[in-house]
T-cell receptor, first 113, second 111 residues
Framework: DAGVIQSPRHEVTEMGQEVTLRCKPISGHDYLFWYRQTMMRGLELLIY????????DSGMPEDRFSAKMPNASFSTLKIQPSEPRDSAVYFC???????????FGSGTRLTVV | DAKTTQPTSMDCAEGRAANLPCNHS???????VYWYRQIHSQGPQYIIH???NNETNEMASLIITEDRKSSTLILPHATLRDTAVYYCIVSGLLNAGKSTFGDGTTLTVKP
């Protein structure tokens, strides 16, 4: 298995632009998570899905952030409009079952200038 | 989720066992203990998890105290590639997905 695949690996964008991060979970996994990591705040859970349904989005910082999972093999995290404080590494992770360990992707490093 | 407490940093000599402690005194009966590590610039990597019994896999062993208020991750023969930040997390089935990563322990394996 290729693991959790995220794209792009790096994204540099100007403030105010829309940014879309993509994630392909491991086939058969029924949970998908989006995390954000910064030096100041560490790893933060933004949102997670179970069977493609958003379960908890309380970690989404504000309305500028949205996430979708149209099918079991694809999810997106969108920021519109982007701001410099959104600069971070965004990780996607998936798992099979609620008690299993998570498999993380390699992350997307977002820089908003 | 129950909160966890870990030392900020630890050193270990290459080839020796690395023992990483974690306190989780407010753990509930249905909550598991999970360990992950993050090597610089990479995504976190799952290591092991357990409920009450000790667990072992190809990467590490997990020792959970009888009262479940603390645990120890053991890397039996640490290598330089084990240098990473190690996170101890507590989470239950009912709140799956709510795993909160704290600051973890930075383990430095020295030659």
């Amino acid at each position: 298995d290729a693991g959790v695949i995220q794209s792009p690996r790096h994204e540099v964008t100007e403030m105010g632009q829309e940014v879309t991060l993509r994630c392909k979970p491991i086939s058969g996994h029924d949970y998908l998570f989006w995390y954000r990591q910064t030096m100041m705040r560490g790893l933060e859970l933004l949102i997670y899905f179970n069977n493609n349904v958003p379960i908890d989005d309380s970690g989404m910082p504000e309305d500028r952030f949205s996430a979708k999972m149209p099918n079991a093999s694809f999810s997106t995290l969108k920021i519109q409009p982007s701001e410099p404080r959104d600069s971070a590494v965004y990780f996607c992770a998936s798992s099979f079952g609620g008690a299993a360990g998570y498999t993380f992707g390699s992350g997307t490093r977002l820089t908003v200038v | 989720d129950a909160k966890t407490t870990q030392p900020t940093s630890m050193d270990c000599a290459e080839g020796r066992a690395a023992n990483l402690p974690c306190n989780h005194s407010t753990i509930s009966g249905n909550e598991y203990v999970y360990w992950y590590r993050q090597i610089h610039s990479q995504g976190p990597q799952y290591i092991i998890h357990g409920l009450k019994n000790n667990e072992t896999n190809e990467m590490a062993s997990l020792i959970i105290t009888e009262d479940r208020k603390s645990s120890t991750l053991i890397l039996p023969h640490a290598t330089l590639r084990d240098t990473a930040v190690y996170y101890c997390i507590v989470s239950g089935l009912l709140n799956a997905g709510k795993s909160t990563f704290g600051d973890g322990t930075t383990l430095t394996v020295k030659p």
